[in-house]
């Protein structure tokens, strides 16, 4: 139950409601059918038609009476239009919410002075798009975003998040580092399409849109194992990655009488067309693997050295 007492302030009626729980609220008529309702830090714009423009002069009424201390506003879906300067000076603005799936026209400097490049913009679902290029609901920082959460798959780090725009795709981040093993990709948590047990998922394709909350695991392999017996010719291998281009640097000449190839985790070997070079260096174009981690094995059929690369 609410109790409401009405008042004249400069002019303009405004009504102050007390809830029986003792929280307040501010109303006050901000358009010809429109009421702007303020309850903490979040303003609700309700009702239909155009707000008012709230202009600073000696004459009119100047800036919004609902001052500068909100974070959330509620608008309607009634609402046609953003006044100037309604939510001018907003330094703590967070989240607007707009029911309306046609986006309303926004005054000069409705949001002015107010944070929206960071802000979260929520609006239905089937108008993002329209959002998306309508002049200032474009502006702000994320509109019906997803969480998508970055598992280290380490106990002592802290897994981070970022904010991502329905139907857009994830900034990749930088690698991360770690004491004694080696980076290989990000992998979605979602159940893998292979159904059987033991099967790697694959690299998280950072092309790919985002449509609801998510979590990639970081893939680690230890930096210090070997997976198979060393041969002497090639324990010492190097390999850089170009693109889709593998570069092996052998210790001597005679490394490159082993063979090379490449694996899929799950142990299928891809065909490859090594070209060995007079100073001993190998290149491996990649051009028709699949993205995805694999092994790379130089030696012959009975000893070598294996190392893990990335294929995106």
Not at 277 to 282: A, S
Request: net charge positive; with cysteine.
């Amino acid at each position: 139950m609410i109790a409401t007492v009405k008042y004249w302030a400069a002019g303009v009626a405004v009504a102050v409601a007390v809830s029986v729980s003792g929280a307040w609220a501010q109303e006050w008529s901000c358009g010809a059918s429109l009421t702007c309702t303020k309850a903490g830090d979040t303003l609700t714009v309700s009702g239909t038609g155009a707000m008012k423009d709230y202009v600073p002069s000696m004459t009119e009424l100047g800036d919004a009476p609902w001052g500068g201390g909100l974070r959330t506003v509620v608008i309607g879906e009634g609402v046609t239009y953003i006044g100037q300067s309604a939510f001018k000076g907003n330094s703590n603005l967070k989240e607007v919410t707009v029911s309306a799936a046609n986006p309303p026209n926004v005054g000069a400097m409705a949001f002015n002075m107010s944070p929206i490049g960071s802000a979260i913009l929520r609006v239905p679902q089937n108008s993002v798009n329209t959002y998306k290029t309508a002049d200032v609901w474009k502006d702000f920082g994320y509109i019906n975003p997803s969480t998508v959460t970055f598992n280290y798959a380490q106990n002592d780090v802290t897994p981070t998040t970022q904010l991502v725009s329905y139907g857009d795709t994830i900034n990749e981040p930088a690698d991360p580092v770690r004491a004694g093993f080696v980076f290989e990709y990000w992998y979605s948590d979602a159940p893998p399409s292979n159904p059987f047990i033991g099967v790697m998922p694959s690299a998280w394709d950072f092309s790919t849109v985002v449509q609801s909350d998510m979590t990639l695991i970081a893939k680690w392999t230890s930096s210090t194992s070997v997976l198979v017996k060393n041969s002497p010719n090639v324990a010492n291998i190097a390999v850089r990655q170009t693109g889709r281009v593998l570069k092996i640097s052998t210790p001597n000449r005679a490394a490159a009488r082993y063979g090379v190839e490449l694996y899929s985790v799950s142990g299928k070997r891809q065909k490859v067309s090594p070209v060995y070079h007079t100073d001993g260096l190998i290149t491996v174009a990649l051009p028709h693997v699949a993205a995805g981690s694999y092994i790379l094995r130089v030696g012959d059929g009975k000893s070598g050295t294996e190392r893990r690369v990335l294929v995106r």
